[in-house]
């Protein structure tokens, strides 16, 4: 079991559909991360949260947009995606320590991910 | 920018052989993280190495971090069927303040 809670598990959309992944950590981590993993490949980072704001986007397209509502939840937004965008989408949290700007060298904590299918 | 190797990328091993996965970093890494991610599941941290030289031990697994920090190593002694899953490390370039960057993994197969 994880403690880091992702929503949902499974999602088929279209390529107009609007959807979010949702994501829950209630270890008081303050940095929060999404990223993408194909079949057979590395986890490739897409976004990070720190103290509920972006400090990392690496060049994501802007069909998919992250919202961070507060310290312990965290949303993709979905729109107008792409077949290759089908991927397992993981969410990860870090406790980093109280000082700014973060090192980002603590372990990371993954959720079981969505895994997104888009037709 | 930053590039982590990871060899090989699959291993195929009888039950009770011995496992080895090695990760080179082209730049100096302040620390090196190590995951497994069992077919369908999710990755999960093992350890941290953080000094030069550094060492640890968990159960069947050792884990090194080379002299100059630029390289790893993932040993499991007397695989078991429960080993089986991708093994990934990830690093962070000293300095850097950017987030992990992963090798690209070592799939372990393990025949019975």
């Known amino acids: 079991d994880t403690e880091v809670t992702q929503t949902p598990k499974h999602l088929v959309m279209g390529m107009t559909n609007k959807k979010s992944l949702k994501c829950e950590q209630h270890m008081g981590h303050r940095a929060m991360y999404w990223y993408k993993q194909k079949a057979k490949k590395p986890p490739e980072l897409m976004f990070v949260y720190s103290y509920e704001k972006l400090s990392i986007n690496e060049s994501v397209p802007s069909r998919f947009s992250p919202e961070c509502p507060n310290s312990s939840l965290l949303n993709l937004h979905l729109h107008a995606l792409q077949p290759e965008d089908s991927a397992l989408y993981l969410c990860?949290?870090?406790?980093?320590?109280?000082?700014?700007?973060?090192?980002?060298?603590?372990?990371?904590?993954f959720g079981n991910g969505t895994r997104l299918t888009v037709t | 920018g930053q590039q982590v190797m990871q060899i090989p990328q699959y291993q195929h091993v009888q039950e009770g052989e011995d496992f080895t996965t090695y990760c080179n970093s082209s730049t100096t890494l302040s620390n090196i993280q190590w995951y497994k991610q069992r077919p369908g599941g999710h990755p999960v941290f093992l350890i941290q190495?953080?000094?030069?030289?550094e060492v640890k031990k968990q159960k069947r697994l050792t884990f090194q971090f080379g002299e100059a920090k630029k390289n790893s190593s993932l040993h499991i002694t007397a695989t078991q069927t429960t080993d089986v899953g991708t093994y990934f490390c990830a690093g962070r370039e000293g300095g850097g303040a950017d987030g992990l960057t992963f090798g690209k993994g070592t799939h372990l197969i393990i025949q019975p």
């Open positions: 990860a949290s870090s406790q980093e320590s109280s000082s700014a700007p973060f090192s980002y060298n603590s372990p990371l904590h």
């Open positions: 190495l953080v000094k030069s030289g």
